[in-house]
């Protein structure tokens, strides 16, 4: 997966398109990895106490993909987005 979603990083730097696909793969990844762990009994099963460092890292790596998500999504919304003014249908004097 590391691998893959290299290949596919290094394609989105040249075709747009590919950018927020890839974000989310790369979310959906990441978090998948935290619900795993969780599902495993988390902090209760000591087997797993190995994986913490690795499931720190994976939630903050979720958590930021989803910041640079909203981030981006507000400074370059999509045609879907319409900017609405209060006073476009307002009659002046």
Same mark, same amino acid.
């Given at each position: 997966m590391v691998g893959f979603m290299g290949v596919m990083m290094v394609v989105a730097a040249f075709k747009p398109s590919w950018r927020s696909?890839?974000?989310f793969y790369s979310f959906a990844e990441k978090f998948l990895m935290v619900v795993l762990f969780f599902s495993a009994r988390g902090f209760?099963? /000591?087997n797993n106490q190995g994986f913490l460092p690795v499931v720190v890292v994976d939630t903050i790596v979720s958590v930021w993909t989803i910041g640079y998500w909203?981030?981006?999504r507000s400074m370059? /919304?999509?045609p879907e987005a319409v900017q609405r003014s209060l006073?476009?249908?307002a009659k002046i004097g």
């Open positions: 696909p890839v974000v209760a099963n /000591p909203i981030e981006q370059f /919304p999509g006073t476009s249908h």
